[in-house]
Each structure stands twice: as structure tokens, then as C-alpha cells.
């Protein structure tokens, strides 16, 4: 969970930096933030995108992308750990 929180903590505060301060290629910007933060922490990226999408007003487009995320990755545990146990 630490690992959760302090890449969402990072993944907000690079892309403020290098989206407001710093002017940085978006190219650039997507491999710091999805490629670098997202392999520490794959969370940070689905609170980076959910944060963009409020940021942005997209209100349902956020609501749907906390659901589904939530509600299939854990459907996807049960069916993984239901397909196992089932061998």
C-alpha cells in the first residue's frame, strides 16, 4: 500500500511539473509518468487518469473508471482464484 500512495504522490506532483512549470514533450512526459511510475506502481497510473479526468470535469467518465476498475479487477481475482481452485 506505502508503494500505492507514494507513486500516486509522485505521478501528481510530476505532472504538475511537467505540465505547468517545466514545459516538457508530451512523449517525454508519458514515459516519465506511465513507463517510469507506472512500472513502480501501476496504481499511480489509475489515479493519475481518474485525477485528469476530474480535473478535466469529465465527473461520469471518472465515476465509470473507478467502478469498472474496482468492480472487474476484483471480479477478475474471484474468477482467477475460482479457475485455480477448481484444477
Known amino acids: ?3 500505492n500512495v507514494l507513486g500516486c ?3 501528481g506532483a510530476v505532472f504538475n511539473l511537467t505540465e505547468e512549470r517545466f514545459l516538457v ?3 517525454l512526459r508519458t514515459v516519465i509518468l506511465i513507463g517510469l511510475l507506472g512500472g513502480f506502481t501501476t496504481f499511480s ?6 485525477f485528469t479526468l476530474l480535473r478535466d470535469g ?3 467518465l471518472a465515476t465509470l473508471n473507478i ?3 474496482n468492480v472487474l479487477g ?3 481475482v474471484w474468477v482467477g482464484y475460482g479457475l485455480v ?3
Not at 45 to 50: E, K, N, P, W
Open 1 to 3: 500500500m506505502v508503494v
Open 9 to 11: 504522490l509522485l505521478a
Open 25 to 27: 514533450n508530451p512523449t
Open 45 to 50: 497510473s489509475y489515479g493519475l487518469q481518474t
Open 58 to 60: 469529465e465527473f461520469g
Open 67 to 69: 467502478i469498472v476498475s
Open 74 to 76: 476484483l471480479l477478475m
Open 85 to 87: 481452485k477448481a484444477l
